[in-house]
């Protein structure tokens, strides 16, 4: 099996920022020459090849999509065997990195089976920016996705992380959808503890971006930070 078969996992913008500050020229080079994508969302991929720009008109680009429910291995292996022999295509997220808390992990695991090479580029991923910025411990860290939306379930799922971050001494990593922001946050303030250090790190790598950590007691002396339909990570250490 030829090994010139390529699978470029190529992370998009987490916001509104100028190209030159999030992707280096080499991954823009590299986006602009591939004519097959598969994307978690067609109308967010033509957004990011809109910016890039690309070699063939964009129309004449190939964008498959990721099925939100969970796309079946059959058609991925469909998408991916004309590059078997040789050739590229190009994965990307609807906001950061392909395949890190993204359905674009599934076309990657069949890469692997098919021999096709897995080449991951370098660009912005919210989970590793926001570790990096907050000051909490980056040796020991988890990344949970979406906490559960309605109390009970989501007061006993921000406990039991508590009480893990205590025991193991590790970072708890999670997102909400932007319009629940707020919620989340106040939840944060209503069940941990006091001391628990928490991080909000919101529009990372944009103009709006702020990032923040302090303790919950403190948190809750202060105003609220405007969280609303921004997209947020939230970090917190016991």
Aim: charged share 20%; hydrophobic share 40%; proline share 7%.
């Amino acid at each position: 099996m030829s090994t010139t078969a390529y699978l470029h996992l190529i992370p998009v913008s987490l916001g509104e920022a100028d190209l030159g500050l999030w992707l280096p020229a080499s991954v823009q080079a590299k986006a602009q020459s591939l004519d097959t994508y598969i994307a978690e969302n067609a109308k967010t991929a033509r957004a990011f090849l809109k910016q890039t720009g690309t070699l063939k008109p964009l129309q004449e680009i190939t964008i498959h999509t990721l099925d939100k429910q969970g796309t079946a291995p059959q058609k991925i292996r469909e998408w991916l065997s004309p590059i078997r022999d040789g050739g590229e295509i190009g994965l990307v997220s609807e906001a950061g990195c392909p395949a890190v808390a993204d359905p674009g992990a599934a076309v990657v695991a069949i890469a692997h089976e098919l021999n096709i090479q897995v080449m991951p580029h370098v660009g912005p991923s919210s989970i590793l920016l926001s570790l990096m910025a907050s000051g909490l411990d980056g040796q020991q860290f988890a990344f949970h996705g979406y906490p559960p939306v309605k109390d009970p379930e989501r007061s006993k799922t921000l406990k039991e992380w508590e009480a893990h971050s205590k025991k193991q001494r590790q970072t708890q990593i999670f997102i909400e959808t932007p319009y629940r922001n707020s919620a989340i946050f106040a939840a944060l303030l209503q069940n941990l503890n006091k001391n628990t250090k928490l991080c909000v790190a919101r529009s990372l790598t944009t103009a709006d971006q702020w990032v923040r950590t302090l303790s919950v007691d403190q948190w809750i002396k202060q105003p609220a930070p405007e969280l609303s339909k921004q997209p947020t990570i939230f970090l917190f250490q016991a």
